[in-house]
């Protein structure tokens, strides 16, 4: 069974980088073809995409935050992670990490979710 | 504002069938599959249909999805107590080039 776990600070100064990290467990970042995923939402709101990334280092990103965010996926440690420059209160949020099982990467097929992790940012 | 449009709020009583709408547009729905997931208050959301109208393994065919054109409609039938969650739908948009939600649709079971 794959489990997926986000880690991280919780709280981010405004203007700094929220950096997370995603550690994947009971399967390997490298089998099958999926993409491993980053989603945020805020408080009582729904759902957005943030970017994805595959096995090879091959990212796409939500243009709306494509300036701003790095995907990387450590293969040797099965686990990815997620850097968000330049911060603000708009970017607090419950971020999730999950697997894409789409062999395509262009449907959003999200099996597998991590439990998600909050960070706020404030001063 | 989100991309595809639910409505905030549906309700049934137990044992009712409900169906929650979704709108899109060419770019979104009207060339690509839709997917729905349930959230439960405080956890991850949960992948509910797939491909428009297939179930994972696991799902009880009271769920059941639907589309056409560029809307796409989850219904569940029989509602259940713990069938009372937050549900959003998903698609892949070919002009913003990423996979875009619904705003969410908040079911109550009366």
């Known amino acids: 069974q794959v489990q997926l776990q986000e880690s991280g600070p919780g709280l981010v100064k405004p203007s700094q980088t929220l950096s997370l990290t995603c550690r994947v467990s009971?399967?390997?970042?490298?089998?099958?073809?999926?993409?491993w995923s980053w989603i945020r939402q805020p408080a009582g709101k729904g759902l957005e995409w943030i970017g994805h990334?595959?096995?090879?280092?091959?990212?796409k990103y939500n243009p709306s935050l494509k300036s701003r965010v790095t995907i990387l996926v450590d293969t040797s440690k099965t686990q990815f992670s997620l850097k968000l420059s330049s911060v603000t209160a708009a970017d607090t949020a419950i971020y999730y990490c999950?697997?894409?099982?789409?062999?395509?990467?262009?449907?959003?097929?999200?099996?597998?979710w991590g439990r998600g992790t909050l960070v706020t940012v404030s001063s | 504002q989100s991309v595809l449009t639910q409505p905030p709020s549906a309700s049934g009583a137990p044992g009712q069938r409900v169906t929650i709408p979704c709108s899109g547009s060419s770019s979104n729905i009207g060339s690509n599959y839709v997917y729905w997931y349930q959230q439960v208050p405080g956890t991850a959301p949960k992948l509910l249909v797939y491909?428009?109208?297939q179930r994972p393994s696991g799902v009880p065919d009271r769920f059941s999805g639907s589309k056409s054109g560029t809307s796409a409609s989850l219904a569940i039938s029989g509602l259940r107590s713990e069938d009372e969650a937050d549900y959003y739908c998903?698609?892949?948009?070919?002009?913003?080039?990423?996979?875009?939600f619904g705003g969410g649709t908040k079911l109550t079971v009366l």
């Open positions: 999950a697997r894409n099982s789409d062999s395509s990467g262009y449907r959003p097929h999200f099996d597998y």
């Open positions: 009971g399967g390997s970042i490298n089998s099958g073809n999926y993409y």
């Open positions: 990334i595959y096995s090879s280092g091959s990212a």
């Open positions: 998903a698609a892949w948009d070919d002009s913003l080039i990423g996979p875009v």
């Open positions: 491909k428009s109208d």
